[in-house]
């Protein structure tokens, strides 16, 4: 699969361009049937859709990372579309007249956004179908595996028949680096240090991150390593590298996805 629909990094994993927010990838599974990770933006929903229409496999499952916008923006509108349940961790849903639904919310490293979203209109609830509170195959070959600590209901997803894993915003990748999300950004930090480790003993070689490119072998090596590394002191020269990387991760998540991204090989952590 070529753009402008989406690349396949690796046989069975399509990563959706035209989308905004998080990365998108559609995962074959052993069904026949394919499962949606992450949904971006709400506007990133009619690439979605015409990514799914073009890859021409039934949608058994939108399975959602964590409950940030940037994230599960389009999942109301996809399940819509396509009628395919909704799975999240326990943590980030609530009951809502009767329904389990998704406790939407915004990332605290978008600090314009959450002032924007005192005055927006509030996005439409999404449904869940399925909420994980420990770790379960939830479609067939696919795991998903609680990481609280970015959130509370923080999930990965491995899928063993491809050796991959889809992480969220466990990591985040820059230009092949793994690297950990800002102590801040986190609902709980030391949960989520603790979920670093605990998912670097599980992981598989490939891995791909809600933000930056996938590392289609040696992720599980990256990851043990950053797993082993403590937090740096904040010092001018830390503060520096930090401000420069959430510059970057801005840009890249406000444009829309293009495809030809360089995908990370090495083994280097």
């Known amino acids: 699969m070529t753009a402008p629909f989406a690349e396949e990094p690796l046989p069975g ?47 058994e499952g939108i399975l959602l990372t964590h409950r940030h916008r940037d994230h599960t923006g389009a999942a109301a509108a996809v399940a819509s579309a396509t009628g395919a349940p909704v799975i999240a961790g326990a943590g980030d849903c609530r009951l809502r007249d009767g329904r389990l639904v998704l406790r939407s919310g915004i990332g605290r490293s978008h600090p314009l956004r959450l002032a924007a979203a005192f005055v927006r209109r509030r996005p439409a609830p999404v449904p ?14 696919v795991r998903a595996i609680p990481t609280p600590g970015h959130t509370p209901g923080s ?8 050796g991959a ?31 670093i480790a605990e998912f670097a003993r599980l992981a598989p070689p ?11 072998t040696g992720f599980d090596t990256a990851l043990a390593a950053l797993a082993a590394l403590p937090r740096r002191p904040l010092t001018p020269r830390t503060a520096l590298e930090r401000a420069r990387r959430l510059a970057a991760f801005t840009a890249g998540f406000a444009a829309r996805r293009r495809p030809a991204r360089k995908v990370k090989e090495s083994e280097s952590p």
């Open 13 to 59: 994993v399509w990563w959706l361009t035209g989308t905004r927010g998080s990365n998108v990838f559609v995962v074959a599974i052993p069904s026949g049937g394919v499962a949606l990770v992450d949904t971006g933006f709400a506007d990133s929903s009619p690439a979605i859709l015409r990514a799914l229409e073009s890859i021409g496999r039934p949608l």
């Open 128 to 141: 869940v179908a399925l909420a994980v509170e420990a770790p379960q195959e939830v479609l067939p070959g």
């Open 155 to 162: 999930l990965c997803f491995i899928a063993d028949h491809l």
């Open 165 to 195: 894993a889809f992480v969220g915003d466990l990591v985040i990748s820059h230009g092949g680096e793994l690297t950990r999300s800002l102590r801040w950004a986190n609902h709980d930090d030391a949960r989520y240090l603790q979920s």
């Open 206 to 216: 490939a891995g791909f991150p809600g933000h930056g490119v996938p590392l289609l």
